[in-house]
């Protein structure tokens, strides 16, 4: 390929590469988001009506988590079929950046629990990669 081509075109091999990769990790974490959005919604009701406590709420929160960044493994373990532990962890991870990024902007700070927080990463990156070795 001549080096014209890439300075207009803008994108050599590796960088349509890239491309596909992180369009693949948003699409997934996207799907990741979505189950966690309709889990929540059913799981807000269910507290409501069951009149849960604040400690049960959270409990059922860290489910939701779990239950969403495993799927998250497991789509992109199937996208991705080589190094699943890797890209199962870094699915994990960058779906608790992104929950941790929202909790910043509701809260105005990030957790008032540092042990919840850690516990919450931990469950995010275990799921992740357990999904990603279930796929």
Do not use: W
């Amino acid at each position: 390929m001549p080096a014209e081509y890439i300075l207009i075109s803008g994108f050599g091999k590796g960088d349509r590469e890239l491309g596909r990769k992180l369009t693949t990790i948003f699409k997934v974490l996207i799907a990741a988001y979505l189950i966690s959005a309709v889990l929540l919604a059913a799981g807000a009701f269910i507290m409501y009506k069951m009149r849960l406590g604040d400690g049960q709420m959270r409990i059922v929160v860290m489910v939701i988590y779990g239950i969403s960044s495993i799927a998250a493994g497991i789509i992109y373990g199937k996208a991705k079929k080589e190094k699943r532990v890797l890209n199962g962890a870094l699915i994990g991870l960058l779906y608790f950046v992104f929950l941790s990024a929202v909790s910043f902007i509701i809260n105005k700070g990030l957790y008032d629990d540092v042990k919840k927080a850690i516990i919450s990463f931990v469950i995010c990156i275990t799921g992740g990669i357990l999904g990603a070795i279930m796929s």
